[in-house]
Structure formats: C-alpha cells, structure tokens
C-alpha cells in the first residue's frame, strides 16, 4: 500500500511538471471509479463522462492545490461529487430538499429479509427514489461520506443531512419492501 502512494505522490509530481505520460497513468488509474461517483448521481452515462473528463482537467490543472492532506483518490473524487453536483443543478433536477412525510406504521412493522436481496435489487429502488434522496443515499452508503462532509458538499445543516438521510432510508425500505412484494406476486 505504501509503494503504491509513493508511486502516486511520484505521478503526480511529474504531472506538476507537464509530464503527459504521468497523467495518463494517473488517468488510467482513476478514470473508472470517478466514472461511476459520477455515473451514480447524474444517472447518465454521458453526462458521468463528461463530469468525470472536466475532473481530470479540474485536477491537472489545479494539481499544486493539493496539498497530500487525504489520499490523491478522495480529493479527485470530490471534484468529480462536487461538479456532478453542479450538473444536476444546471439541469434543474436537484432542488433543495423538500421534506416528505413517510407514514412510519407499515415501514416499522414490516422486516425486510436482507438476505434474499441482491445488489441490483437494492441499486434499481435506490433509482426509484426522488433524486434528492437519491443523491445523499448515493453519497453516504456508497462513497461513504459522513454527515459532516456530506452537508458540506451539499452546503445543508447537519441536521437536514440526518433528517434527510434517515427519510431516504426509510423510503428505500418502502421501495424495497413494494419490489420485493410485487417479485413475490408476479414471481419474476
């Protein structure tokens, strides 16, 4: 683990310098998980490709802003977060979160058996719920962001980061537990 930072720090250095083969190098290292952070908030293939190009470009050029205080991956992908972002507000299908009441009696006294579900089940009814939720979902339980830094990046309270987060759990357990329902029904 440790050469492959040094390797990195060393990558990046020569990028500092111009160095297109290192750029290459770190853009081949990289580009497929940038791709799919962007892929999992915008929903669009193109779109996740161009945010994730305008990324690398983002962090050549401003290569000497970073400082090695987290690793080279976290501060690429939070520019990859923070224009996926931006782009979702262009598009006008992020808008600031409107809260959503749940009724919490069928969500409580339904278990859901986490056993039987499967990744793609899981990601299809994360893809069903309404793109604010969708997005801190996304950013909590797959990139793994806490409340802390997701509020930053939103630029919302810590505490609508966790209202928001705890609703959006909720709703997924719903979506889940409806698709999960209509699998048992139709027997697809």
Not at 54 to 62: H, M, Q, S, W
Not at 111 to 140: A, F, G, H, M
């Amino acid at each position: 683990m440790e050469s492959k930072k040094t390797h990195i720090n060393q990558l990046i250095e020569r990028c500092k310098k111009g160095d297109s083969n290192a750029q290459m190098q770190i853009y081949n290292g990289y580009y497929k998980a940038m791709y799919n952070t962007a892929y999992r908030i915008l929903k669009d293939e193109f779109e996740a490709e161009d945010i994730m190009q305008e990324a690398f470009l983002t962090a050549f050029t401003k290569l000497n802003s970073f400082k090695g205080e987290v690793a080279f991956g976290a501060w690429l992908k939070k520019i990859v977060v923070n224009k996926s972002l931006t782009q979702l507000k262009k598009n006008n299908r992020y808008d600031e979160v409107k809260m959503e009441v749940i009724p919490n009696y069928e969500i409580e006294e339904t278990e859901i058996d986490y056993n039987t579900l499967n990744v793609q089940q899981v990601i299809e009814s994360l893809n069903e719920l309404k793109e604010n939720y969708r997005v801190v979902l996304t950013l909590n339980l797959i990139e793994g962001y806490d409340y802390e830094e997701i509020s930053q990046i939103l630029n919302y309270t810590n505490e609508n980061v966790r209202t928001t987060i705890s609703r959006a759990k909720k709703k997924l357990k719903q979506v889940l537990l409806a698709n999960t329902n209509k699998t048992e029904i139709y027997g697809r």
